[in-house]
């Protein structure tokens, strides 16, 4: 819902606001898809007890 909140930004008339949109709703994006899903578990078993 944060990276569609972003997006809106896309639908404005002035370029700065649109690019801002696009970064924005892409960092969003990746750091849920990515960082979350993928690299969170992976680094977990490496770090054991650190990761509480």
């Known amino acids: 819902m944060l990276a ?5 930004l896309l ?6 606001s649109v ?3 696009v970064i924005v ?3 969003i994006l990746l ?3 990515l960082v979350r899903s993928l690299l969170v578990p992976a680094l977990t078993p490496d770090l054991g007890a650190c990761t509480w």
Do not use: N, Y
């Open 19 to 21: 690019q801002m949109g």
């Open 25 to 27: 709703a892409v960092g």
């Open 11 to 16: 639908v404005l008339p002035l370029v700065p």
């Open 4 to 8: 569609a909140a972003f997006g809106a």
């Open 31 to 33: 750091d849920t898809l």
